[in-house]
């Protein structure tokens, strides 16, 4: 990132167990996307490294799920996207279009991999419609793990059981030690707070298993 005397180095990146890449990992509370990339501007250690935890199995989830790379490939892929979100950053024009800008970087990313291997690459009109269906469908699961991280405690919890880690209402409740009939009230009232939230970004929030 030009101007920064201090910015930590780009090549320290840790990808996540591929064995369970995905995006919807937990809410996600702290700074906005626009928040980080400010502070990586700075030179920030904590904001760069906070922003590679954020995007981490986004990046992996596109490598492994939409272009079917093995673990090894994928590891690649997160290496390099990494490394030139840290090198191009200061070429993002909008602080809040890092995710669809870390997005077509791993896109480019794992086509270049497969070109470069001389493997069958999606050029094929059906193949690579499915790769930008699965990178479509991240890109909503990251943005209703968004607007989660928005609510209150309570209801990232609760929502983050029933729906992330498919928890019933019997053992929601034991854990918690609140009454089976209140958990599924909460479950109502927090999925219409998320719902308010997820408002004007055109994602629907995952329906009441009532």
């Not at 490294?49 to 199995?57: G, K």
């Not at 077509?104 to 794992?110: I, K, M």
Request: charge should be negative.
């Amino acid at each position: 990132m030009p101007g920064s005397s201090s910015r930590p180095s780009p090549r320290c990146f840790v990808p996540p167990s591929l064995g369970s890449a995905g995006v919807a990992n937990g809410p996600d509370v702290g700074q906005s996307d626009a928040e980080l990339v400010a502070g990586c501007r700075r030179g920030d250690p904590v904001a760069w490294n906070a922003l590679v935890e954020r995007f981490s199995r986004y990046v992996s989830a596109i490598a492994t799920q939409a272009f079917r790379l093995s673990e090894h490939d994928a590891e690649d892929v997160f290496q390099d996207v990494f490394a030139k979100t840290f090198e191009r950053l200061g070429s993002l024009r909008s602080d809040d279009a890092i995710r669809p800008w870390i997005g077509q970087l791993t896109r480019n990313s794992c086509l270049d991999l497969l070109r470069s291997s001389s493997r069958v690459v999606l050029v094929e009109e059906p193949e690579e419609r499915a790769a930008n269906e699965v990178i479509a469908k991240l890109d909503e699961a990251m943005t209703v793990r968004a607007g989660l991280a928005e609510l209150g405690v309570e209801c990232q919890e609760v929502l983050d059981r029933f729906f992330c880690r498919d928890e019933s209402y019997r053992t929601i409740s034991a854990d918690l030690g609140i009454p089976a009939g209140t958990i599924a009230s909460r479950i109502s009232r927090c999925l219409g707070q998320l719902r308010s939230e997820l408002e004007g970004r055109n994602v629907t929030a995952p329906p009441s298993s009532e």
